[in-house]
Protein backbone atom coordinates (compact mmCIF):
# COMPACT_ATOMS: atom_id res chain seq x y z
CA UNK A 1 0.00 0.00 0.00
CA UNK A 2 0.94 3.42 -0.43
CA UNK A 3 1.40 6.07 2.47
CA UNK A 4 0.82 9.69 1.18
CA UNK A 5 2.50 11.97 4.00
CA UNK A 6 2.67 15.51 4.57
CA UNK A 7 5.67 15.91 2.31
CA UNK A 8 3.53 14.34 -0.66
CA UNK A 9 0.96 17.30 0.35
CA UNK A 10 3.49 19.61 0.36
CA UNK A 11 5.16 18.83 -3.06
CA UNK A 12 0.98 18.75 -4.32
CA UNK A 13 0.55 22.08 -3.39
CA UNK A 14 4.12 23.62 -4.89
CA UNK A 15 3.09 21.93 -8.46
CA UNK A 16 -0.61 23.18 -8.52
CA UNK A 17 -1.70 20.09 -9.33
CA UNK A 18 -4.76 17.64 -7.95
CA UNK A 19 -3.15 14.97 -6.13
CA UNK A 20 -3.69 11.28 -7.87
CA UNK A 21 -1.81 8.13 -7.83
CA UNK A 22 -3.38 6.40 -11.23
CA UNK A 23 -4.97 8.24 -14.47
CA UNK A 24 -8.33 7.78 -14.63
CA UNK A 25 -8.73 5.52 -11.72
CA UNK A 26 -10.83 5.81 -8.97
CA UNK A 27 -9.21 5.51 -5.65
CA UNK A 28 -10.39 4.88 -2.10
CA UNK A 29 -7.96 5.70 0.97
CA UNK A 30 -7.92 5.35 4.64
CA UNK A 31 -6.89 8.71 6.23
CA UNK A 32 -6.88 7.33 10.08
CA UNK A 33 -3.21 8.10 9.64
CA UNK A 34 -2.06 11.11 11.46
CA UNK A 35 0.22 12.11 8.85
CA UNK A 36 -1.59 11.03 5.70
CA UNK A 37 -3.60 8.76 4.01
CA UNK A 38 -2.80 5.49 2.95
CA UNK A 39 -4.67 4.15 -0.66
CA UNK A 40 -6.53 1.12 0.04
CA UNK A 41 -7.68 0.48 -3.82
CA UNK A 42 -7.86 2.23 -7.27
CA UNK A 43 -9.84 0.41 -10.11
CA UNK A 44 -11.00 1.99 -13.29
CA UNK A 45 -14.53 3.26 -13.05
CA UNK A 46 -17.28 1.41 -14.88
CA UNK A 47 -18.66 4.67 -15.52
CA UNK A 48 -19.07 8.23 -14.13
CA UNK A 49 -22.38 8.27 -12.97
CA UNK A 50 -21.14 9.26 -8.77
CA UNK A 51 -17.73 10.93 -10.12
CA UNK A 52 -18.70 13.88 -8.10
CA UNK A 53 -16.93 17.27 -8.19
CA UNK A 54 -15.31 17.23 -4.78
CA UNK A 55 -14.02 13.38 -3.16
CA UNK A 56 -16.17 11.79 -0.76
CA UNK A 57 -15.32 11.93 3.04
CA UNK A 58 -16.48 9.36 5.26
CA UNK A 59 -17.11 9.65 9.12
CA UNK A 60 -17.48 6.54 11.50
CA UNK A 61 -19.67 6.65 14.36
CA UNK A 62 -19.66 5.85 17.72
CA UNK A 63 -16.89 3.44 18.13
CA UNK A 64 -16.22 3.28 15.04
CA UNK A 65 -12.82 2.57 12.34
CA UNK A 66 -11.84 2.93 9.05
CA UNK A 67 -10.80 -0.68 8.17
CA UNK A 68 -10.28 -2.71 10.82
CA UNK A 69 -7.18 -4.91 10.64
CA UNK A 70 -7.31 -4.22 6.82
CA UNK A 71 -9.97 -6.78 7.02
CA UNK A 72 -13.34 -5.61 7.58
CA UNK A 73 -14.59 -2.27 6.30
CA UNK A 74 -16.31 0.04 8.65
CA UNK A 75 -18.55 1.36 5.36
CA UNK A 76 -18.54 -2.60 3.79
CA UNK A 77 -18.39 -2.52 0.51
CA UNK A 78 -19.84 0.94 0.03
CA UNK A 79 -16.46 2.35 -1.04
CA UNK A 80 -15.82 -0.36 -3.72
CA UNK A 81 -19.46 0.57 -5.00
CA UNK A 82 -18.85 4.57 -5.52
CA UNK A 83 -15.70 3.84 -6.92
CA UNK A 84 -17.50 2.15 -9.74
CA UNK A 85 -18.91 5.20 -10.73
CA UNK A 86 -16.15 7.10 -10.67
CA UNK A 87 -15.89 8.40 -6.87
CA UNK A 88 -12.58 9.11 -5.20
CA UNK A 89 -13.82 7.86 -1.47
CA UNK A 90 -11.65 8.77 1.84
CA UNK A 91 -12.57 7.25 5.33
CA UNK A 92 -11.28 8.84 8.35
CA UNK A 93 -10.68 7.96 11.82
CA UNK A 94 -11.51 10.16 14.96
CA UNK A 95 -11.68 9.28 18.65
CA UNK A 96 -13.74 6.00 18.71
CA UNK A 97 -15.32 7.23 21.53
CA UNK A 98 -14.99 11.31 22.72
CA UNK A 99 -16.71 14.27 22.81
CA UNK A 100 -18.29 15.69 19.51
CA UNK A 101 -16.55 18.80 19.26
CA UNK A 102 -13.05 16.93 19.81
CA UNK A 103 -14.31 14.61 17.52
CA UNK A 104 -15.17 17.18 14.75
CA UNK A 105 -12.04 18.79 15.45
CA UNK A 106 -10.04 15.68 14.78
CA UNK A 107 -12.46 15.41 11.41
CA UNK A 108 -11.71 18.81 10.07
CA UNK A 109 -7.81 18.42 10.61
CA UNK A 110 -8.16 15.35 8.37
CA UNK A 111 -10.04 17.41 5.90
CA UNK A 112 -8.00 20.04 5.60
CA UNK A 113 -5.64 17.40 4.80
CA UNK A 114 -7.70 15.82 2.65
CA UNK A 115 -8.55 18.84 0.31
CA UNK A 116 -4.99 19.61 0.31
CA UNK A 117 -4.13 15.85 -1.22
CA UNK A 118 -6.71 16.67 -3.99
CA UNK A 119 -6.00 20.31 -4.78
CA UNK A 120 -10.04 20.23 -4.21
CA UNK A 121 -11.33 23.04 -1.84
CA UNK A 122 -14.37 21.12 -0.54
CA UNK A 123 -15.17 17.86 0.23
CA UNK A 124 -18.54 15.75 0.43
CA UNK A 125 -19.08 14.50 4.29
CA UNK A 126 -21.39 11.80 5.22
CA UNK A 127 -21.69 10.75 8.56
CA UNK A 128 -22.98 7.85 10.19
CA UNK A 129 -24.42 8.01 13.27
CA UNK A 130 -22.34 10.11 15.78
CA UNK A 131 -20.18 10.93 12.83
CA UNK A 132 -23.02 12.54 11.00
CA UNK A 133 -22.78 15.28 14.20
CA UNK A 134 -19.33 15.17 13.62
CA UNK A 135 -20.04 16.62 10.29
CA UNK A 136 -22.17 19.09 10.90
CA UNK A 137 -19.77 20.50 13.20
CA UNK A 138 -17.20 20.99 10.52
CA UNK A 139 -19.77 21.98 7.99
CA UNK A 140 -20.54 24.63 11.21
CA UNK A 141 -17.45 25.86 11.59
CA UNK A 142 -15.62 25.45 8.13
CA UNK A 143 -18.34 25.91 5.84
CA UNK A 144 -15.54 26.61 3.21
CA UNK A 145 -14.56 23.46 3.16
CA UNK A 146 -17.63 21.42 2.81
CA UNK A 147 -19.74 21.06 -0.17
CA UNK A 148 -22.18 18.62 1.37
CA UNK A 149 -23.36 17.04 4.29
CA UNK A 150 -25.55 13.60 4.40
CA UNK A 151 -25.94 12.26 7.83
CA UNK A 152 -27.18 8.75 7.83
CA UNK A 153 -28.96 7.00 10.94
CA UNK A 154 -27.66 9.98 13.11
CA UNK A 155 -29.29 11.26 15.96
CA UNK A 156 -29.25 14.64 15.20
CA UNK A 157 -31.12 15.83 18.22
CA UNK A 158 -30.15 12.56 20.64
CA UNK A 159 -30.33 9.28 21.31
CA UNK A 160 -32.78 7.99 23.84
CA UNK A 161 -30.47 4.72 24.23
CA UNK A 162 -27.72 7.61 25.44
CA UNK A 163 -30.23 9.19 27.70
CA UNK A 164 -30.77 5.81 29.48
CA UNK A 165 -27.19 5.08 29.86
CA UNK A 166 -26.41 8.36 31.38
CA UNK A 167 -29.18 8.12 33.42
CA UNK A 168 -28.39 4.76 34.66
CA UNK A 169 -24.94 6.03 35.58
CA UNK A 170 -26.10 9.04 37.74
CA UNK A 171 -29.59 8.11 38.88
CA UNK A 172 -30.06 4.58 38.41
CA UNK A 173 -28.60 1.23 39.30
CA UNK A 174 -25.10 2.20 38.86
CA UNK A 175 -25.63 5.84 40.61
CA UNK A 176 -23.02 4.57 43.83
CA UNK A 177 -20.25 4.21 41.34
CA UNK A 178 -21.10 8.18 40.39
CA UNK A 179 -20.83 11.16 42.44
CA UNK A 180 -23.27 13.66 40.31
CA UNK A 181 -21.34 16.76 42.85
CA UNK A 182 -18.08 16.52 41.47
CA UNK A 183 -17.59 13.81 38.68
CA UNK A 184 -15.84 11.08 40.64
CA UNK A 185 -16.12 7.52 40.06
CA UNK A 186 -15.29 4.78 42.17
CA UNK A 187 -12.91 2.01 40.81
CA UNK A 188 -15.67 -0.28 39.82
CA UNK A 189 -17.09 2.34 37.77
CA UNK A 190 -13.97 3.45 36.59
CA UNK A 191 -12.75 -0.17 35.52
CA UNK A 192 -15.91 -0.54 33.40
CA UNK A 193 -15.47 3.16 32.16
CA UNK A 194 -11.50 2.22 31.54
CA UNK A 195 -12.82 -0.74 29.25
CA UNK A 196 -14.72 1.03 27.11
CA UNK A 197 -12.28 2.96 26.76
CA UNK A 198 -10.07 0.25 25.78
CA UNK A 199 -12.49 -0.55 23.11
CA UNK A 200 -11.63 3.01 21.39
CA UNK A 201 -7.81 2.59 21.75
CA UNK A 202 -8.34 -0.89 20.26
CA UNK A 203 -10.16 0.09 17.24
CA UNK A 204 -7.20 3.01 16.59
CA UNK A 205 -4.83 0.44 15.97
CA UNK A 206 -7.02 -1.71 14.26
CA UNK A 207 -7.62 1.10 11.37
CA UNK A 208 -3.71 1.12 11.09
CA UNK A 209 -2.22 3.91 14.32
CA UNK A 210 0.60 3.00 15.84
CA UNK A 211 1.14 3.34 19.39
CA UNK A 212 2.15 7.52 19.38
CA UNK A 213 -0.65 8.36 17.28
CA UNK A 214 -3.54 6.55 19.49
CA UNK A 215 -6.21 9.32 19.93
CA UNK A 216 -7.65 10.23 23.22
CA UNK A 217 -10.78 8.34 24.44
CA UNK A 218 -13.52 9.18 26.83
CA UNK A 219 -16.53 6.88 26.93
CA UNK A 220 -18.53 8.98 29.30
CA UNK A 221 -18.21 12.10 26.76
CA UNK A 222 -18.33 10.34 24.12
CA UNK A 223 -22.05 8.96 25.19
CA UNK A 224 -23.05 12.28 26.82
CA UNK A 225 -22.54 13.83 23.92
CA UNK A 226 -25.24 11.78 22.28
CA UNK A 227 -28.12 12.55 25.03
CA UNK A 228 -30.75 14.77 24.09
CA UNK A 229 -29.99 17.65 26.59
CA UNK A 230 -26.18 17.56 25.29
CA UNK A 231 -27.96 18.04 21.32
CA UNK A 232 -30.39 20.67 22.65
CA UNK A 233 -27.32 22.49 23.48
CA UNK A 234 -25.49 21.57 20.28
CA UNK A 235 -28.38 22.44 18.22
CA UNK A 236 -28.53 25.86 19.31
CA UNK A 237 -24.77 26.69 18.59
CA UNK A 238 -24.68 24.82 15.46
CA UNK A 239 -28.79 25.10 13.95
CA UNK A 240 -27.94 25.03 10.30
CA UNK A 241 -30.48 22.51 8.46
CA UNK A 242 -32.26 21.46 11.56
CA UNK A 243 -35.88 20.96 12.40
CA UNK A 244 -37.39 23.17 14.97
CA UNK A 245 -38.98 20.95 17.39
CA UNK A 246 -38.25 17.28 18.09
CA UNK A 247 -40.03 15.11 14.73
CA UNK A 248 -40.86 18.43 12.98
CA UNK A 249 -39.30 18.76 9.42
CA UNK A 250 -36.28 20.61 8.49
CA UNK A 251 -36.75 23.72 6.62
CA UNK A 252 -37.42 23.84 2.64
CA UNK A 253 -34.08 25.20 2.01
CA UNK A 254 -31.01 22.57 2.84
CA UNK A 255 -28.78 24.97 1.81
CA UNK A 256 -26.95 26.44 4.11
CA UNK A 257 -23.58 28.81 4.25
CA UNK A 258 -23.36 27.39 1.24
CA UNK A 259 -23.34 23.41 2.20
CA UNK A 260 -26.15 21.30 1.18
CA UNK A 261 -27.54 18.94 3.70
CA UNK A 262 -29.39 15.61 3.32
CA UNK A 263 -30.07 12.40 5.66
CA UNK A 264 -31.35 9.22 5.69
CA UNK A 265 -32.36 6.71 7.69
CA UNK A 266 -34.19 3.51 9.06
CA UNK A 267 -36.61 2.14 11.40
CA UNK A 268 -34.94 -1.81 12.86
CA UNK A 269 -36.52 -4.97 13.02
CA UNK A 270 -36.06 -8.76 12.54
CA UNK A 271 -35.39 -8.32 8.75
CA UNK A 272 -32.64 -10.96 8.72
CA UNK A 273 -32.43 -13.92 11.03
CA UNK A 274 -29.10 -14.73 9.99
CA UNK A 275 -27.85 -10.80 10.90
CA UNK A 276 -27.42 -11.00 15.16
CA UNK A 277 -27.07 -7.49 14.91
CA UNK A 278 -31.28 -7.40 14.57
CA UNK A 279 -31.34 -9.09 17.68
CA UNK A 280 -29.58 -6.99 19.65
CA UNK A 281 -30.63 -3.91 18.16
CA UNK A 282 -34.46 -4.99 18.81
CA UNK A 283 -33.27 -4.82 22.49
CA UNK A 284 -31.73 -1.76 22.67
CA UNK A 285 -35.15 -0.22 20.56
CA UNK A 286 -37.27 -1.06 24.17
CA UNK A 287 -35.97 1.82 25.62
CA UNK A 288 -37.51 4.29 23.07
CA UNK A 289 -40.55 3.16 23.70
CA UNK A 290 -43.43 3.98 20.94
CA UNK A 291 -40.67 5.93 18.91
CA UNK A 292 -39.98 4.50 16.20
CA UNK A 293 -36.27 4.17 15.61
CA UNK A 294 -33.87 1.54 14.33
CA UNK A 295 -32.36 0.48 17.87
CA UNK A 296 -30.39 3.80 18.72
CA UNK A 297 -31.48 6.50 16.80
CA UNK A 298 -35.24 7.64 16.31
CA UNK A 299 -36.93 7.92 13.18
CA UNK A 300 -37.13 11.55 14.18
CA UNK A 301 -34.25 12.61 15.50
CA UNK A 302 -32.14 11.51 12.42
CA UNK A 303 -34.06 14.27 9.85
CA UNK A 304 -31.56 16.73 8.90
CA UNK A 305 -31.80 18.95 5.73
CA UNK A 306 -33.31 17.34 2.82
CA UNK A 307 -34.75 13.97 4.08
CA UNK A 308 -33.84 11.14 1.47
CA UNK A 309 -36.36 8.97 3.43
CA UNK A 310 -36.31 7.94 7.25
CA UNK A 311 -38.20 4.41 6.91
CA UNK A 312 -35.75 2.56 5.05
CA UNK A 313 -36.15 -0.90 6.66
CA UNK A 314 -32.66 -1.30 8.40
CA UNK A 315 -31.11 -1.23 11.88
CA UNK A 316 -28.57 0.86 13.12
CA UNK A 317 -25.80 -1.19 11.49
CA UNK A 318 -27.46 -2.15 8.66
CA UNK A 319 -26.79 1.28 7.15
CA UNK A 320 -23.51 1.16 6.71
CA UNK A 321 -24.38 -2.52 5.31
CA UNK A 322 -23.15 -4.20 8.60
CA UNK A 323 -22.67 -7.36 9.64
CA UNK A 324 -20.83 -8.15 6.32
CA UNK A 325 -23.64 -7.66 4.19
CA UNK A 326 -25.97 -9.27 6.45
CA UNK A 327 -29.14 -6.87 5.72
CA UNK A 328 -32.56 -7.39 5.18
CA UNK A 329 -33.76 -9.40 2.60
CA UNK A 330 -36.34 -8.40 0.10
CA UNK A 331 -35.59 -4.11 0.90
CA UNK A 332 -33.36 -1.38 0.01
CA UNK A 333 -30.17 -2.46 -0.37
CA UNK A 334 -27.92 0.22 1.60
CA UNK A 335 -25.27 0.42 -1.17
CA UNK A 336 -27.67 1.30 -3.40
CA UNK A 337 -28.96 4.06 -1.31
CA UNK A 338 -25.32 5.53 -0.98
CA UNK A 339 -25.10 5.07 -4.82
CA UNK A 340 -28.03 6.99 -5.88
CA UNK A 341 -27.00 9.82 -2.90
CA UNK A 342 -23.73 9.97 -5.02
CA UNK A 343 -25.50 10.61 -8.38
CA UNK A 344 -27.84 13.17 -6.39
CA UNK A 345 -24.63 14.96 -5.34
CA UNK A 346 -23.20 15.07 -8.90
CA UNK A 347 -26.50 16.33 -10.64
CA UNK A 348 -26.10 18.90 -7.89
CA UNK A 349 -22.59 19.83 -8.73
CA UNK A 350 -21.10 19.12 -5.39
Request: charged content about 15%; overall charge negative; glycine content about 10%.
Amino acid sequence: MKTVSRLAVSLSLLAGASFATTANAAEYYNCANATGCILVDDAKPRNNKTATQYPMVMAHGLAGWTKLFGLVDYWFGIPEALMKGGSDVYTTKTSSLNDTEVRGEQLLQQVQTITALTGKEKVNLWGHSHGGIDARYVAAVAPEKVASVTAVSSPEQGSKMADWVIKTVTEGSLKDGYTAVDGDYNPATLAVIGFFDFIGGFMDVGSGLTIDQLQEQDSYAALNSLTTEYAQNFNQKYPAAMPSEYCGQPPANNVVDGVAYYSWSGIGGVYNIMDPTDYVMASTAISFGDDPNDGLVSQCSSRLGYVIRDDYKMNHLDSVNQLLGLTAWGRANPVSIYRTQAIRLKQEGL
